[in-house]
């Protein structure tokens, strides 16, 4: 059974769950493209990019979204 099949019959809860982690997993290369941007000596070479916004509105996101899907997990039906 492969993935795709994985992802039909997850429950809507597992689902959010799952898109959570791809926001968390998204800030932490938000974090790490602000990092990589702050040692820059030149800052107008690489461009203006709101790395740190970014970081903050998808650890949000993600916190929020798995959280509510482990309180769907957990919750019984």
């Known amino acids: 059974m492969g993935f795709g099949n994985y992802l039909i ?5 597992e689902r959010v769950g799952l898109v959570g982690l791809v926001c ?4 932490i290369l938000a974090m790490l493209a602000e990092r990589r ?3 820059v000596a ?19 996101i993600g916190a929020t979204m798995v ?11």
């Not at 019959?9 to 809860?13: L, M, P, R």
């Not at 203006?48 to 998808?58: A, E, I, N, R, S």
Request: glycine fraction near 12%.
């Open 67 to 77: 959280i509510f899907g482990v309180q769907g997990l957990l919750t019984p039906e």
């Open 9 to 13: 019959f997850t429950s809507e809860a």
């Open 24 to 27: 968390i997993g998204l800030a």
């Open 37 to 39: 941007r702050m040692k």
């Open 42 to 60: 030149r800052l107008d070479r690489i461009g203006w990019m709101p790395w740190t916004g970014l970081f903050l509105v998808l650890v949000v």
